[in-house]
Nanobody
Framework: QVQLVESGGGLVQAGGSLRLSCAAS????????MGWYRQAPGKQRELVAA???????NYADSVKGRFNISRHNTKNTVYLQMNSLKPEDTAVYFC????????????WGQGTQVTVSS
């Protein structure tokens, strides 16, 4: 298993920016996919952005053009740069690490709150 620790959440006004970070334990960080998910009150957890071990990315339609996911393999860290934030981006954001080859795992961080005020 991989341990994940998120940071960078907070309160921001609409139109502002935040950068989330997720630090992972272990020595094979560059060999698995990372993702950011979010869960708003009363809603299901949804994928926001993901990045493969090769650096390929995909985004939810609702954040395309505003959010950017990146990874720094030597720092064992994945980032989510969030720009032009909207009140509907308010949620708890979770970091995810997934590897399907041996050793396989699907790990989650504790989550970090992002609140966007109008």
């Amino acid at each position: 298993q991989v341990q994940l620790v998120e940071s960078g959440g907070g309160l921001v006004q609409a139109g502002g920016s935040l950068r989330l970070s997720c630090a992972a334990s272990g020595s094979i960080f560059g060999r698995y996919a990372m993702g950011w998910y979010r869960q708003a009150p009363g809603k299901q957890r949804e994928l926001v952005a993901a990045i493969t071990s090769m650096g390929d990315t995909n985004y939810a339609d609702s954040v395309k053009g505003r959010f950017n996911i990146s990874r720094h393999n030597t720092k064992n860290t994945v980032y989510l740069q969030m720009n032009s934030l909207k009140p509907e981006d308010t949620a708890v954001y979770f970091c995810n690490a997934k590897r399907t080859l041996f050793p396989a795992f699907n790990s989650w961080g504790q989550g970090t709150q992002v609140t966007v005020s109008s």
